[in-house]
């Protein structure tokens, strides 16, 4: 069967042909160019003459005619692209359209790549730096390299105090001020490890989540009741979903984040809880069948001790409606020293039963360092799923380079960015820190087409459960019912609909009798 062009490439043709004169050295190399493609066997040279020749023609030199190119010539190597290409690409797909998309969706990301690293490093790219940091306060906590190292030794040298987060920060006199003041009706904790990864700059991102500004105890406002209050069937459950419920193991953490949903909560002091508190709760969820998926969280799961995460999963796992446990940690961001051998082993043996998805909150590509990499790469071999659920918050991930390079650096560490959550409005302790719903929308719908699909979370508001918060890309039809969608990168597509009426009503499937009497 006789080649034949196809739109693409009859519009290639006609955009490089015309009229002009070229010098003999821009003859010569197209030339020589088109004597490559002839004698080559790929399609990579063929490629390179039919862009030069576009090239050549966009920046307002001569078609093809003037280098002593034919069309026919050039038809033969259309006719040879296709011939070789795997999947019958005609060279005007590729060069008329397809390197063209390349180009417009690389000028979409410039900015974004050069300017991530600068504007929100990771912790990776911070190591060197971090670990100056860790020898600071090692030496004024006057830890050793085992306390350093261990889960108990950054616990019991955590910084909790204004007079030690000066020692190992040396922030404005102001700043310690405004610390004390608020650490007398607020907990700080931050553990040594999270401290090394602030850096010394205006408004650092792992400084604002830890440490307590004035606008804590300054703001003023009707704090509303803590979701339990009105979402806990019985102790240490709260449930907003017919088939999920969270079960609040601790309320303890390794760090106090200042954004705390839970705030209320944790309390003057940490607090274990006592089995029969346990049993009450495991109780209630064997008694709803409807419950398939269980949250441990606090505080952090990851604060309870080895033996009783082991004996609360266990008992989750001898439950039969119970298909999927979730345990919800800030410690391998806060804490990685945490993630030993035993936890390990503990997670892979209640997986083996029924799914663990660990979901963590990571806020910054800061928080990823080699160690908490490393935390999160070894979690992600024994359990099904490792999510991050991270908190939309003023000035440390509400822009686009910093939630872009904050998505895309957790993925590279093995987690799957899986939701993006409004600051809640419920905490008035915390309203400096909020950031408008069209800003996050903005910042989230820019990452289709632009970043891994996989990278890209969903947007949430916590109000009485999880409301997402995405705007809507249909924008109407046609009389004919096409789709009219909105490309979140920009530009509309007609998208032909399903016929609705012959969705309903139309049973004249190739198979609909099979089977029937």
């Known amino acids: ?42 399609t ?45 690409v005609t060279i005007g797909g590729r060069v008329g359209r397809a390197l063209e998309i390349i180009t417009d969706a690389g000028l979409r990301v410039q900015d ?3 300017r991530k690293d600068v504007e929100a490093p990771s912790g990776i790219q911070l190591w060197d730096t971090i670990l100056e940091n860790q020898a600071r306060i090692k030496s ?33 006199d102001d700043c310690i001020q405004d610390v004390a003041r608020i650490t007398q009706k607020y907990r700080m904790r931050m553990t040594p490890y999270y401290a090394s990864l602030i850096q010394p700059v205006p408004n650092d991102p792992v400084l604002l989540q830890a440490v307590p500004t004035a606008e804590m105890v300054d703001t003023v406002g ?31 953490c390794a760090m106090y ?46 604060m309870l001790s080895n033996s009783s995460l082991r004996w609360l999963l266990g008992k989750l796992d001898d439950i039969d409606h119970i298909k999927m446990k979730r345990l919800g940690t800030r410690v391998p961001v806060t804490t990685p020293q945490r993630i030993d051998s035993e936890l390990l082993d503990i997670l892979e043996e209640s997986n083996d039963r029924n799914p663990v998805r660990v979901v963590t909150q990571i806020n910054t590509a800061q928080e990823i360092t080699p160690v908490s990499r490393q935390a999160f790469k070894d979690i992600s071999k024994r359990v099904f799923a490792v999510l991050n659920q991270a908190v939309l918050l003023r000035g440390i991930n509400d822009s686009k380079v910093k939630m872009w390079h904050l998505c895309e650096t957790i993925q590279e560490a093995y987690v799957r960015p899986y939701y993006i959550f409004n600051c809640s409005y419920r905490n008035p302790q915390y309203y400096h820190m909020r950031v408008p719903i069209q800003k996050g929308r903005d910042i989230v719908e820019g990452m289709y087409g632009n970043i891994s699909g996989d990278a890209i979370p969903r947007y949430i508001a916590a109000a009485g459960g999880k409301i997402p918060l995405h705007r809507d890309n249909v924008r109407g039809y046609d009389e004919d019912g096409t789709a009219i969608l909105e490309k979140p990168w920009g530009g509309e597509v007609h998208y032909p609909n399903a016929d609705h009426e012959k969705y309903i009503n139309d049973d004249d499937f190739a198979f609909n009798k099979y089977g029937k009497k």
């Not at 306390?147 to 920060?169: H, M, R, V």
């Not at 705030?263 to 089995?275: L, M, P, Q, V």
């Open 140 to 172: 004024v906590l006057g830890m050793t390299d085992d306390d350093w190292n261990s889960f108990p030794g950054q616990l019991n040298n955590c910084i909790d105090t204004a007079e030690t987060l000066q020692k190992c920060l040396n922030l404005p």
């Open 257 to 302: 984040c200042t954004h705390c949903l839970r705030i209320a909560h944790i309390g003057g002091s940490d607090r274990t809880f006592s089995k029969q508190a346990y049993q009450e709760a495991l109780d209630y969820i064997a008694s709803k069948p409807a419950i398939r998926d269980v949250l441990i969280t606090g505080g952090d799961a990851f």
């Open 44 to 88: 990579a040279p063929i490629v390179a003459l039919f862009h030069a020749l576009k090239d050549a023609k966009t920046a307002g030199g001569p078609g093809y005619e003037a280098y002593g190119l034919t069309r026919e010539g050039l038809v033969e190597l259309c006719a040879k692209h296709v011939e070789i290409d795997e999947h019958s």
């Open 112 to 114: 974004y790549l050069a």
């Open 1 to 42: 069967m006789a080649f034949q062009l196809d739109d693409f490439t009859t519009d290639l043709l006609e955009q490089i042909s015309g009229n002009g004169t070229a010098t003999e050295a821009d003859s010569a190399n197209m030339q020589q160019l088109y004597a490559d493609a002839q004698n080559s066997e790929g």
């Open 222 to 252: 009707k704090e509303i009741p803590p979701v339990a209050s009105d979402h806990s069937p019985v102790r240490l459950v709260d449930q907003f979903y017919p088939r999920v419920v969270a079960l609040k193991s601790t309320n303890i």
